[in-house]
């Protein structure tokens, strides 16, 4: 590969060796797009039975499409799954990872389907209570939760807070006794598991923020110290390896050191931990590279390892609760542009590269730029019968790592106007949605049956401007 000065992504105009060559350029390929996604007869796509163009039309590019058949099947699926696969021990719960994206109706859906929800901050647990989900089926993470957003979460009478430091057993501890409230809680232990995906993901190696280390028995003495205070109920462990994993070997590890910490503390100092949560961080498809596997082959594997591991330790298996966010909401969305600059640079010799500029950029997502993440796209508003071009797609932003997608066959004649869309994207980008240069953030919409219904409201520029006090 020829080395260009700009960086690595601006080496060479040929495909990278995992993205084949198209058949057919306008093919929706398997995996990648929501259950209703499908061409129509006169080639645009639509999803839930309404044309991208009419998405367009009513509420404007670029937009969230989320695909309400699709994530609530996804929801149901897990829950089913699992359920299925620990019904011969204590059973098992499925906490949806509200971080990956979450608003009022989304709260709503998975009280509706009978998840639990997981919340990281005192604005997603807002959302949540007034979305009137039921707060004993709440969780609380968060490595540095203020004292107002322990407080809130104990009067809201929360399902559990997972404790992230040993400093943390004390501040709930001390508000628990403030309002005469004993504190469900769990521990969050830090396995030193590596797991298999990108470094800013992997939550459960030792250097990193999180939770409370096997080492130097540091989670030893955070159990001993929550049995210690009566205003403290020590529900169960929680271990979290990180996010976008494909495979159950880093599951299997981390389930065997958590596990061998609930037999310690049976053998030392008495006390029986019944529930484990395992978390989540189950991987989906972003493009051709990835083989996600399905909801019930992680469940039935998950079940095989935590059964084996604690016939080892002579331990009952525990209630088990799992986390996944990504995997139910990412391939529910597609995000719709509307093509502008096209343009054809050249890199020197016989190489080039076609860049094409679309309407949003790393203000609605930003994870190619912040994960080196691969994402694909289509173009959605018509066929066409030019051949393949690889592509880049670009934002509007005032940054060269302002990239959609790195690299993408899309036919040779994508002109401005064009609609495409870049499917999974229902995970983490809008979360992750910034403001940057001004542009408000793109409005989430619902399809289903053929309606549009907004979840989240297009940021105007009366928006910003009303936060503007100067």
Not at 149 to 174: K, N, W
Not at 398 to 427: F, H, M, N, Q, W
Not at 449 to 462: P, S
Request: hydrophobic share 40%; with cysteine; charged share 25%.
């Amino acid at each position: 590969m020829r080395a260009h000065e700009a960086g690595a992504l601006h080496g060479n105009d040929a495909a990278p060796t995992w993205l084949p060559y198209p058949a057919d350029v306008n093919h929706l390929i398997d995996g990648l797009w929501s259950e209703t996604t499908r061409r129509t007869a006169d080639g645009a796509v639509e999803v839930g039975g309404v044309d991208v163009h009419r998405i367009a039309e009513e509420v404007g590019t670029p937009a969230f499409v989320l695909d309400e058949t699709d994530f609530r099947h996804r929801a149901r699926r897990f829950r089913d799954a699992f359920a299925e696969a620990f019904r011969p021990h204590r059973g098992s719960d499925v906490y949806y990872a509200g971080k990956a994206f979450l608003c009022g109706a989304v709260a709503r859906w998975m009280d509706e389907d009978g998840l639990g929800l997981d919340v990281c901050t005192g604005g997603e647990l807002a959302v949540a209570l007034r979305a009137g989900f039921p707060a004993e089926r709440i969780a609380l993470h968060g490595n540095n939760k203020s004292l107002a957003e322990i407080r809130r979460a104990l009067q809201a009478g929360v399902g559990r807070i997972v404790i992230d430091s040993l400093g943390e057993i004390d501040l709930v501890a001390e508000i628990a006794a403030e309002l005469g409230v004993r504190a469900a809680v769990m521990l969050r232990v830090t396995t030193g598991v590596e797991a298999h995906t990108h470094e800013f993901i992997a939550t459960a190696h030792e250097d990193q923020k999180f939770g409370l280390s096997l080492t130097g028995d540091v989670a030893f003495e955070a159990v001993r110290r929550v049995l210690e205070r009566s205003t403290l109920d020590l529900i169960g462990l929680h271990s979290h390896i990180g996010s976008q994993i494909f495979d159950t070997g880093g599951f299997e590890v981390a389930a065997r050191r958590v596990l061998e910490l609930v037999a310690r503390v049976r053998d030392e100092l008495g006390h029986t931990i019944d529930q484990l949560d395992l978390g989540g961080g189950f991987g989906v498809m972003y493009n051709t590279q990835h083989t996600p596997a399905t909801p019930e082959t992680l469940a039935a594997g998950i079940a095989g390892i935590v059964e084996k591991q604690c016939h080892e330790l002579d331990l009952a298996v525990p209630h088990v609760s799992f986390e996944p966010g990504r995997a139910i909401a990412g391939p529910s969305t597609q995000t719709l542009y509307s093509v502008g600059t096209v343009k054809d640079v050249r890199l020197g010799g016989p190489h080039h590269r076609l860049y094409v500029s679309v309407d949003g950029g790393m203000s609605d997502n930003v994870r190619t730029a912040l994960y080196d993440a691969d994402y694909s796209c289509l173009l959605t508003g018509r066929v066409s019968d030019a051949p393949p071009e690889v592509v880049r797609v670009v934002g509007k932003h005032c940054e060269s790592g302002d990239i959609v997608v790195k690299d993408e066959y899309l036919p040779a004649d994508v002109r401005r106007g064009d609609l495409i869309s870049v499917p999974v994207t229902g995970a983490y980008c809008y979360s992750l949605a910034s403001n940057y240069n001004h542009v408000p953030r793109p409005p989430v919409v619902a399809v289903r049956d053929g309606e549009i219904r907004t979840l989240l409201r297009r940021e105007t520029e009366e928006d910003l401007l009303g936060l503007d006090q100067g």
